[in-house]
């Protein structure tokens, strides 16, 4: 993680940024060598829980296992010309990542359900979103056969909110619209709310309803 003070997003909130940004790359040492694999996770009250493939060579290493998640959020080059005065400026990146270490425990099949359940419903498009309730139970019951579902107990998070907070408000307007330019629309979208946080605001509070 990034070491200056003012990336260093409030830990109380990163579980719930995990949930939001969704993916992870889950990162186990094991006796045959280090390994990594990519799943969705949802989060269930201050544990995070993902599934993966019977098939996948880290399956087997996993129960029991110490693993570090990564989570990467929005990220893009940030050009100095973007600042006011780029002449003693140079290029940098903006991003938003999250690293959280537990142990990782095999789940029963009802709490893989849930954590299926809870992942349509995060990120299903509203309105008419799909739930399992529309798919045949026995199409359900021949995926359940190829997958396992974990959760990660927490024992440490880490997260960095790099948004040029360290720049004037001009240079951060400046960067916004560059990236803006460059189609980069949700990195611009999220140094716009860590600037009305700043404020004592939320985006709700400022922004017209889409």
């Known amino acids: 993680m990034h070491p200056h003070p003012a990336f260093r997003p409030d830990p109380a909130a990163l579980l719930d940024q995990a949930a939001a940004i969704g993916f992870a790359h889950l990162f186990v040492a094991t006796a045959a060598g280090p390994m990594v694999a990519h799943a969705p996770v949802t989060r269930h009250d201050d544990r995070l829980r993902f599934h993966l493939a019977r098939a996948n060579r880290l ?73 399992r309730a529309k798919t045949d139970p026995a ?38 619209a560059g990236l803006q330019a460059r189609g980069h629309d949700a990195l611009a979208d999220a140094m716009n709310t860590a600037a009305l946080a700043r404020n004592g605001n939320s985006a709700a509070d400022i922004l017209p309803p889409s």
């Open 139 to 176: 199409a359900i019951a021949a995926m359940l056969r190829g997958i396992e579902g974990f959760e990660l107990e927490v024992t440490v998070i880490r997260g960095t909110t790099k948004l040029s907070q360290n720049k004037s408000e001009a240079d951060r307007a400046g960067v916004i």
């Open 59 to 131: 399956h087997p290493h996993l129960d029991g296992a110490a693993v570090l998640a990564s989570l990467a959020g929005p990220e893009g080059y940030v050009s100095p010309n973007w600042y006011v005065r780029p002449g003693n400026q140079v290029p940098t990146w903006n991003y938003v990542a999250i690293e959280i270490e537990g142990i990782a425990r095999a789940l029963p099949e009802a709490a893989l359900l849930e954590q299926l359940d809870a992942l349509a419903d995060a990120h299903e498009p509203r309105p008419g979103p799909w739930t």
